[in-house]
C-alpha cells in the first residue's frame, strides 16, 4: 500500500529512499525509518475504523514512533502514559490475548525512596492494566493489589495530549497548514477538539470514573488509598468523535464492551473452518493468523471487508483484499463475497484522471482523513493499481468454483464485464494484447503492481523503466481472470461470451510465452519497458505464472526449480528478487526481501504443476520462520537473509504487523501441500496428491464447508503418503483423493 503510495499490499516503499530529483511524489509517499516498528514489538488493537498501537507497557510514549489512537486515518492520542509515585511501573509481562480482543500489561512498582530512605520496596503493588478497543472507544481498566503489609498510598497519574496528525504525517509527510486545536477541562474529563482544514471537528474525549485529584489540560493525578491485601480499579475511556456531538461513554461499560468485542470476535472466527494439528507452534501460528484476520476484517455494509494492515494501512486496499481472500477461500469462502461486493460498489464508473480512475477498474485504496479530503494525498478513492482488476475477476471465478454460488455471480456480471471491459480497453492501450500501466498525474504511483516502490521494476543494469511497464504477473492475471469469467459465463447461460473468453484467454498464453519467457535468465522476464524491451530480471514475480497456470509445463519446471535455488530461496523463503541481481538488497522493501503472500501465491504455485517437494520446503520455511516472530505472527515482509544456524529471520524496520495478506498466508500454504482443488468444492471435497511437511504428523480440519454441508477431516502422514479420513459429515459432502 502507500502513504498510500505505499507498494502493493500496503505499504510504502521502505526499502531505497527514490530521488527527489527523478521522482518528486515518490519521496512524498516514502516512508523513512529512523527506528525499527518490529523492534519495539508494538501491542496493536483494532475494530472497525479504529486502531491502537502501544508500546508493552500500554503506554502511548509520543516519541515521534506510530504509537497512538487512530480512527479514520487520523491520530486522536498521541500520548498516554502512566505512572505510579511519579515513576515508570516496572513491566512484568505484556500480551494481546490470544483472541486478539484485550492488551495485558502487568505491572508493579519500582522501589520508592524518601531521600535515601525507602518508603516502599519493589514488587508491593500490583497492577494489572487491561486495555480494548469496542466501537470508536478505547476502554482501559487499572486493578491495582497491595501485596505490602502496611496501607498504601498510590498515585497514579496519566500525561496525555492528542495532535490529531493525518496517517501520512504520521508516515512523514510534511504539511504547509494545519488546523486549529483547542483543549476543555470539564467534570471528570478532558476533551481536545481539532477544527479540521476540511470542515470536520473531530473530537478526543478522555473520561475517568471518578474524580481525579488533580485534573489538568495535559495530566490527571489520582491519589487511590489501598488497604494491605485488599485491591481497588480505576476505569478511563478514551473516545473518538468525528462530526458527531455523541456524548462520551461511561468508562465502567468496560466489561459490556469486553463481552460484546469477543462475542464478536468468536462469530468472526467461527466462519472459519478450524485447524488443529500435531506441532503445537504451528497451531499458534494458524490460531494468531486467524484471530489477526477476525481483528483487521471490518463491518461493511456490503460484507465483511479485510483492511490491509496496522499501522499503515488500516483502511480498503483492493489488491490486498482480494489476496486476501484467495488465501482463506479453501476455508471461509464468505470472506471473499464480501470483498467481491464492496469492490463492485467502489467499482470506477467515470475517467478521473488525477484518481487514476477509469470505468471498470478496480480500487486501489481508500482514505478517509483529512489530507485525503482535501486533495493533499490522492487517495480518498484511488485507483492506481494494474492488477486490482483482473485479481478481481479471478477472484469471482475461483469463489465460484469453491461455492456454486450461481446468484452471487450473475448479480456481480455486470461488474466483471465493467473489468473485462477495462482489461481491453484502459489496461491495453497501444492495442498490443498486455495490459500496461503508467499514471496519469505525478501525484500517483509510479509503479502500480504489488510490488509498488519506485525502485522495484528495473531492467538488468539496474536501471529505472520509463514508459507504460507490462508486469510479468498481471499478464498471468489477465489470463486466470479471462478463462474465470468463461467458467462464470458458461454457468450463467452465456456460451458464446465464455467461448471468446477461453479464445482470448489462449491466445495471451501464447503472446506472453513469445514475448515475456528469456532462455538467458531461464525465467520469465519481469516486466516489459515502454519500448517492448525485456526487464531480464529474476524475479518472484515469475512464480506467480505458476499460479494463475500461463507457463507451460517445461518452463515452468525451469521456474519452480530456480525459485527454490540458492539465488533465491533462504530457509526462511524466497526472495523478491535473486541474489545476483544489479538492485538485489535482502534489506529492500521490493529487492530482496521474503513476503509471506508472494510466497503462498507461489507455493500455490507448485501445488498446480504438481511440485509438491518444492511446496513442503516453502511451506517448513515460511513457518519455521513464524516459530521466531512475536505473537507467532508473521509480518508484512521480513529480510532475505540467508538463513543461518542459531540466528532467527532479519526484521524489516517499517513492515506492518498484523497484515491481513501475510496472516492469511499459512492458510494457503497448507492448501498447496495438501492439494486441495477449489475447482469442486461446490460438490465434494477433492485433495490432489496430499503431503504433509516433516515437521507435521497430523492435521485436522473441523467444519469446513462443502457441498451444502460441512465435514470434518483428519489428514494423517505416513513417511510419504498422507491417509485421509472423514470424523463427521453434515449433508451430502463427498470426499475424493487423488495420488
Keep these: 500500500m502507500s502513504t498510500s503510495a505505499a507498494p502493493a499490499g500496503g505499504t510504502v516503499s521502505a526499502g531505497e529512499p527514490p530521488s527527489l530529483s527523478s521522482d518528486p511524489s515518490a519521496a512524498s509517499f516514502y516512508i523513512p525509518a529512523s527506528a525499527s516498528f518490529l523492534q519495539r514489538r508494538p501491542r496493536t488493537l483494532k475494530q472497525g475504523d479504529t486502531f491502537g498501537v502501544f508500546d508493552h507497557h500500554g503506554d502511548i510514549t509520543a516519541d515521534g514512533g506510530p504509537e497512538g489512537l487512530y480512527h479514520r486515518d487520523c491520530r486522536y492520542l498521541s500520548q498516554l502514559r502512566l505512572f505510579a509515585n511519579g515513576e515508570l511501573p516496572l513491566l512484568l509481562s505484556s500480551t494481546v490475548q490470544d483472541n486478539n480482543v ?118 490527571a493525578i489520582f491519589r487511590l488509598q489501598v488497604p494491605p491485601g485488599g485491591s481497588t480499579a480505576l476505569f478511563l475511556a478514551v473516545s473518538c468523535h468525528d462530526g458527531d456531538d455523541a456524548e462520551a461513554p461511561d468508562p465502567r461499560r468496560f466489561l459490556v464492551s469486553l463481552y460484546a468485542a469477543r462475542k464478536r470476535r468468536r462469530r468472526k472466527t467461527s466462519a472459519v473452518a478450524a485447524i488443529e494439528t500435531s506441532h503445537q507452534i504451528f497451531d499458534e501460528v494458524i490460531r494468531r493468523g486467524s484471530v489477526d484476520l477476525a481483528m483487521l476484517v471490518a463491518d461493511t455494509p456490503h460484507g465483511p471487508y479485510p483492511y490491509a494492515g496496522i499501522p499503515w494501512f488500516s483502511t480498503a486496499f483492493g489488491r490486498d483484499a482480494i489476496i486476501t481472500a484467495i488465501e482463506m477461500l479453501w476455508v471461509d469462502p464468505t470472506l471473499a463475497r464480501g470483498v467481491l461486493d464492496y469492490l463492485a460498489v467502489m467499482q470506477a464508473r467515470d475517467t478521473v484522471p488525477e484518481a487514476d480512475a477509469e470505468p471498470g477498474k478496480i480500487l486501489h485504496e481508500t482514505r478517509s482523513g483529512e489530507m485525503a479530503r482535501l486533495g493533499e494525498v490522492p487517495f480518498a478513492r484511488y485507483y492506481g493499481s494494474v492488477d486490482s482488476t483482473p485479481l478481481y475477476v479471478l477472484l469471482a471465478g475461483l469463489y465460484f468454483d469453491r461455492t456454486g454460488d450461481r446468484e452471487t455471480v ?64 498481471v499478464q498471468a492475471y489477465v489470463f486466470a481472470a479471462r478463462q474465470a469469467a468463461a467458467r462464470i459465463a458458461a454457468a450463467i447461460g452465456l456460451p458464446d461470451r465464455a467461448r471468446e473468453l477461453r479464445e482470448q484467454a489462449e491466445a495471451l498464453r501464447l503472446r506472453f510465452e513469445e514475448a515475456f519467457w528469456c532462455e538467458e535468465i531461464g525465467s520469465y522476464v519481469l516486466a516489459l519497458d515502454g519500448r517492448k524491451r525485456p526487464c531480464k530480471v529474476r524475479a518472484s514475480n515469475a512464480g506467480h505464472a505458476l499460479f494463475c497456470g500461463i507457463a507451460s509445463p517445461e518452463r515452468a519446471s525451469r521456474v519452480a526449480a530456480q525459485l527454490m535455488g540458492r ?29 509471506p503472500h508472494d510466497n503462498a501465491l507461489i507455493a500455490l504455485g507448485f501445488a498446480r504443476y504438481g511440485f509438491s517437494e518444492h511446496a513442503l520446503r516453502l511451506f517448513t520455511g515460511i513457518c519455521d520462520a513464524a516459530a521466531y516472530m512475536d505473537l507467532r505472527r508473521l509480518p508484512e515482509l521480513y529480510c532475505g ?74 489428514m494423517r502422514r505416513y513417511d510419504v503418503d498422507v491417509a485421509v479420513n472423514v470424523l463427521r459429515s453434515e449433508g451430502e459432502v463427498e470426499v475424493e483423493v487423488t495420488l
Excluded at 465493467?418 to 498525474?441: S, T
Excluded at 540467508?642 to 492448501?671: E, G, I, M, N, S
Design 567 to 595: 539465488e533465491f530461496f533462504t530457509g526462511w523463503g524466497i526472495r523478491t528478487v535473486a541474489s545476483v541481481e544489479k538492485r538485489y538488497n535482502p534489506m529492500s522493501y521490493h529487492n530482496g526481501s521474503i513476503w
Design 410 to 473: 450473475a448479480r456481480l456480471w455486470p461488474n466483471i464485464e465493467a473489468a473485462l471491459g477495462w482489461i481491453d480497453a484502459f489496461g491495453d492501450r497501444d492495442g498490443d494484447g498486455f495490459v500496461e500501466y503508467q499514471r496519469n498525474r505525478e501525484s500517483g504511483l509510479v509503479n502500480q503492481g504489488w510490488k509498488d516502490s519506485s525502485d522495484a521494476i528495473f531492467h538488468a543494469d539496474g536501471t529505472l523503466v520509463e514508459g507504460a511497464i507490462a508486469l510479468c504477473e
Design 641 to 714: 537473509f540467508r538463513r543461518r544456524p542459531d540466528k532467527a529471520p532479519t526484521l524489516y524496520p517499517v513492515a506492518c504487523a498484523p497484515q491481513a495478506w501475510a496472516a492469511a498466508a499459512p492458510f494457503a500454504l497448507l492448501q498447496a501441500c495438501l492439494g486441495i482443488d477449489l475447482g469442486c468444492m461446490s460438490e465434494r471435497v477433492r485433495l490432489r496428491r496430499p503431503r504433509l511437511p516433516e515437521f507435521l504428523e497430523r492435521v485436522t480440519v473441523r467444519s469446513l464447508a462443502a457441498g451444502g454441508g460441512r465435514i470434518d477431516l483428519l
Design 102 to 219: 484485550v492488551l495485558t500489561a502487568d505491572l508493579t512498582n519500582p522501589d520508592f525512596f524518601v531521600g535515601t530512605r525507602l518508603v516502599l520496596r519493589r514488587d508491593s503493588i500490583y497492577i494489572v492494566r487491561s486495555k480494548l478497543i469496542w466501537q470508536a472507544v478505547c476502554y482501559e481498566r487499572l486493578a491495582i493489589r497491595n501485596f505490602d503489609g502496611e496501607p498504601q498510598t498510590v498515585e497514579l497519574a496519566f500525561r496525555y495530549s492528542a495532535d490529531f496528525a493525518d496517517i501520512f504525517e504520521v508516515r512523514g509527510h510534511q504539511r504547509p497548514r494545519r488546523g486549529r486545536l483547542e483543549t476543555v477541562v470539564g467534570d471528570r474529563r478532558v476533551s481536545f477538539v481539532y477544527h479540521g482544514l476540511d470542515g470536520v471537528r473531530r473530537r478526543t474525549v478522555l473520561r475517568f470514573d471518578c474524580e481525579p485529584e488533580i485534573l489538568e489540560a495535559g495530566f
